[in-house]
């Protein structure tokens, strides 16, 4: 019988769990899967942005997770997972109900998903500082409070200001922050408030519609368009400011304080702001068999872990090939890591250092849909390793198509959306040397059908993660 722990239950994790479950049920033996999570409910995060909003209430966005593993024969510990003890395959676990548990596992995969590293800037944050998030439920809710308060301001007559993006030179997530600045424009048009309120995006991308990814292009006939374009235009067309490629250096309860790639230092007025901070790895630490601390090894510098892809490459040299497939641990076969927990080879955005030397380089996104495919693949690979055969299943981020569709307004009659289909995430230049993608298989359309599908896949992936009936067949 083999034992596997996955640490953290979001998308890689849990989605792991269910493939892993429908995999292992069909062998003779039995198996054990445990689910070692410090949140014991799922939650649907894309739709966070609605609770920022208002526009859906934070019980509608999550789930608990025990009658799903209870169904399925799948164990849960809610409890966090701590220490790694690769050389005795033995895990750390402080419990949420105090104490703490030593677990063993055969095959260990963790999908722990970002720390919210609100620390690397001074004042970022809603529990330390002045500006609010949507990266999780508390937050989400904590920030629609705070825009009714601001918005109180604008219907007393007030002129007021938002600013809306990320807070950090090397944050991501930037397509979060978008579709909340589009779901704010399009409520303040419907408040009648929109002339009171002045809208700036602030963001960390080299240009406008970067979104972390390297931008996209799209082909029409013979033109090429560009992400940057399409969110010029719509920035225009929605009269939304932007100050991009900056870094925030600290923020107060008036002003944000940024840097720009230029070198120039501004400062930014606001009354509500809703910053995405930088991600670093959740604190799990690893140790050797006598004891030495091994995190560095196991890890890179923002504690991500480290899985089967080309590390140390310079951004200019990074290609598709570099970017890895399998998800497992180059030290310890039986460890994997999927989501946001596995270390990136390098960035998908260029890079930029102002002349005073600050970093200004987005970190690259790892979607929703990347994390159930990784998360997948290390789970199928986890199946065959039980069967005694190699891993030969890949989601490599230069072979997957990304698939997003940002909300700018939720509504069945008057909703807008903008769907982009990518292929591949990862611009792998050895496959595609003119743009490292496929522009035939590159999409992105602005409409009111995107809303739709955005309200749908709301509700079926809520569906499918239940692993309700024919849960299967939704992908
Ligand atoms: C507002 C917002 C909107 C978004 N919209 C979209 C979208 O429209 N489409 C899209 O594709 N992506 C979207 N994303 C990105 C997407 O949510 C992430 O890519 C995805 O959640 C990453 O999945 P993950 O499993 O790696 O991490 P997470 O979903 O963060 O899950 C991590 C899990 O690990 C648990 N955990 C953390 N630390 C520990 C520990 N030490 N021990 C045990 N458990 C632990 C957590 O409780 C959680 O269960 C959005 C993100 C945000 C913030």
């Known amino acids: 019988m083999a034992k596997v722990i996955?640490?953290?239950?979001?998308?890689?994790?849990?989605?792991?769990?269910?493939?892993?479950?429908?995999?292992l049920k069909k062998l003779k033996e039995d198996h054990e899967i445990t689910v070692v999570t410090r949140v014991d409910k799922f939650t649907y995060i894309p739709s966070l942005v609605w609770v920022g909003v208002g526009e859906m209430d934070v019980e509608r966005v999550q789930f608990p997770l025990k009658p799903v593993y209870d169904r399925l024969g799948i164990k849960l510990v809610h409890g966090i997972l701590e220490e790694v003890y690769p050389d005795n395959n033995r895990i750390g676990v402080e419990l949420i109900s105090g104490g703490r548990e030593e677990l063993s596992y055969d095959f260990l995969l963790i999908a722990t998903g970002p720390y919210l590293n609100f620390e690397a800037t001074e004042g970022l944050g809603p529990e330390?500082?002045?500006?609010?998030?949507?990266?999780?439920?508390?937050?989400?809710?904590?920030?629609?409070?705070?825009?009714?308060?601001?918005?109180?301001?604008?219907?007393?007559?007030?002129?007021?200001?938002?600013?809306?993006?990320?807070?950090?030179?090397?944050?991501?997530?930037?397509?979060?922050a978008f579709?909340?600045?589009?779901?704010?424009?399009?409520?303040?048009?419907?408040?009648?408030?929109?002339?009171?309120?002045?809208?700036?995006?602030?963001?960390?991308?080299?240009k406008l519609g970067d979104f972390g990814i390297d931008g996209l292009e799209i082909k029409r006939g013979n033109k090429i368009f560009t992400s940057e374009m399409m969110i010029d235009a719509l920035f225009y067309q929605y009269g939304i400011d932007y100050e991009i490629r900056?870094?925030?250096?600290?923020?107060?309860?008036?002003?944000?304080?940024?840097?720009?790639?230029?070198?120039?230092?501004?400062?930014?007025?606001?009354?509500?702001?809703?910053?995405?901070?930088?991600?670093?790895?959740?604190?799990?630490?690893?140790?050797?068999?006598?004891?030495?601390?091994?995190?560095?090894?196991?890890?890179?510098?923002?504690?991500?872990?480290?899985?089967?892809?080309?590390?140390?490459?310079?951004?200019?040299?990074?290609?598709?090939?570099d970017w890895p497939r399998y998800y497992q641990n180059p030290y310890y076969e039986n460890i994997f890591a999927a989501g946001i927990a596995f270390a990136p080879p390098g960035p998908l955005s260029k890079p930029g250092k102002s002349p005073n030397g600050t970093v200004i380089a987005p970190a690259p996104p790892r979607t929703g849909y990347t994390a159930e495919l990784s998360g997948k693949a290390a789970a199928l690979n986890i199946a065959e390793m039980i069967k005694g055969n190699k891993p030969s299943h890949t989601a490599s981020m230069a072979e997957t198509p990304g698939l997003c569709i940002a909300s700018m307004k939720n509504g069945i009659r008057s909703g807008e959306a903008t769907t982009i289909a990518i292929y591949p995430v990862a611009r792998n230049y050895k496959?595609?040397?003119?743009?490292?993608?496929?522009?035939?298989?590159c999409t992105a359309e602005i409409g009111l059908a995107g809303a739709w599908f955005k309200f749908f896949l709301h509700y079926a992936f809520m569906y499918k993660l239940q692993a309700n009936p024919g849960w299967k067949l939704i992908p």
């Open 431 to 441: 496959k595609y040397p003119e743009y490292g993608r496929d522009l035939d298989m």
């Open 6 to 23: 996955i640490a953290g239950s979001g998308f890689a994790g849990h989605y792991a769990a269910l493939i892993l479950q429908n995999a």
């Open 128 to 176: 330390k500082g002045y500006t609010t998030s949507i990266c999780s439920p508390p937050h989400a809710v904590d920030s629609y409070r705070r825009y009714v308060q601001t918005i109180e301001k604008a219907l007393k007559g007030e002129k007021v200001k938002i600013v809306v993006g990320t807070g950090h030179g090397t944050a991501t997530c930037q397509g979060a």
């Open 179 to 206: 579709e909340y600045i589009c779901n704010i424009h399009n409520d303040l048009v419907d408040k009648g408030l929109r002339d009171r309120v002045e809208l700036l995006w602030l963001s960390n991308e080299p």
């Open 246 to 321: 900056s870094h925030v250096h600290k923020v107060d309860e008036n002003k944000i304080y940024i840097e720009n790639l230029d070198g120039e230092f501004k400062e930014i007025e606001y009354d509500f702001a809703m910053l995405i901070p930088p991600f670093k790895a959740q604190p799990i630490k690893f140790y050797d068999r006598d004891g030495n601390d091994i995190t560095d090894k196991m890890c890179n510098p923002a504690g991500f872990i480290k899985v089967d892809a080309n590390y140390g490459k310079p951004y200019e040299e990074l290609d598709g090939p």
